[in-house]
């Protein structure tokens, strides 16, 4: 493992944490989009189906088992926490969900390294992830209005996504036959989605003023 | 016939 993949690992790691100290000190998820919680979730969901069939490395497994059982307990903090619930802006929050997962199924479907349920499922988490982002970042242009850790949290996974760019050109260069079209194309769009917030996050912090996404 | 990695990353 190189140092670029494992630093997009714990920056990927450290977003999840910043959300769930978020949620469970100060008992809020205002700014938290739950839709963008629950398409993660099923990212992790159907992407680490190998859990049951490959075995990696320890470090591998716990990992998986960490983004895992950490996007669920986020999802039903939002959901049925009885305080951090009634801090969810239902009414910003009104991405529809099958906006994405649909054409990233189907997409998965036309678009696979193999036609098996397990490859449809990987390829699927793949595209699904790229996209995921989406509703949070439509609520923060909504809300304009970010609190801190909302802010690192969004930074944080544009970190790892970045992070990971950087991984896979240091393996396309070290490691023999490492090519991966499918993963590279999603993630390098994954990436691009957070690009404006990007500008306006080191604007913010360049001038050391609170971070407001223009209207 | 080249090998496939594993898929080893998150």
Redesign the interface.
């Given at each position: 493992m190189n140092i670029f993949?494992l630093a997009g690992?714990m920056t990927?790691l450290a977003s999840v944490l910043v959300l769930l100290l978020k949620i469970h000190t100060i008992k809020s998820c205002a700014g938290i989009s739950l839709k963008t919680q629950e398409l993660y979730a099923l990212v992790f969901a159907t992407r680490y189906l190998?859990l049951f069939t490959?075995y990696?490395?320890l470090y591998?497994t716990l990992?998986?088992l960490i983004?895992l059982v950490s996007s669920f307990s986020i999802v039903w903090y939002i959901r049925h926490h009885k305080i951090v619930r009634r801090s969810y802006d239902k009414d910003q929050d009104t991405f529809r969900h099958y906006f994405l997962v649909l054409p990233c199924f189907l997409l998965a479907l036309v678009i696979n390294e193999k036609f098996t349920v397990k490859e449809i499922m990987?390829t699927f988490s793949l595209y699904l992830e790229a996209v995921a982002i989406l509703p949070q970042l439509v609520l923060l242009q909504r809300t304009r209005n970010i609190d801190n850790l909302t802010g690192q949290y969004v930074f944080l996974l544009g970190a790892y996504r970045s992070l990971?760019i950087l991984?896979w050109i240091y393996r396309y260069f070290t490691?023999p036959?490492?090519v991966h079209w499918i993963?590279w194309i999603s993630g390098l769009v994954q990436t691009l989605l957070y690009a404006d917030f990007f500008y306006y996050y080191f604007q913010s912090w360049k001038n050391n003023v609170k971070l407001e996404l223009p209207a | 016939d080249?090998?496939?990695?594993?898929?080893?990353?998150?």
């Open positions: 993949r690992d990927h190998d490959d990696i490395s591998n990992m998986k983004f990987w990971y991984n490691e036959h490492y993963t | 080249n090998p496939k990695p594993p898929k080893d990353e998150l």
